[in-house]
């Protein structure tokens, strides 16, 4: 059974982009590289966003988020 869940990040320290810029995301099943969700997301200040409502149901997955 799959459960959503909000997904933000903090204090990165080699990850950075400025308030209200686009941010690209892929979220993928480790085991199979299924693309499971994918999207855009707008930083809500210097580098913090948050990606909403990401589908987990307890199997390995990545997250990649990157610069347009």
């Known amino acids: 059974r799959a459960v959503k869940a909000d997904v933000s990040a903090r204090r990165l320290q080699h990850f950075h982009f400025a308030q209200g810029q686009q941010l690209n995301y892929v979220l993928t099943d480790e085991a199979t590289q ?7 997301v707008i930083a809500e200040r ?5 990606i909403p409502q990401l589908p987990f149901n ?10 347009p």
């Open 34 to 40: 299924a693309t499971i969700a994918s999207g855009t």
């Open 46 to 50: 210097n580098n913090f966003f948050v």
């Open 58 to 67: 307890g199997t390995n997955r990545v997250l990649k988020v990157t610069l």
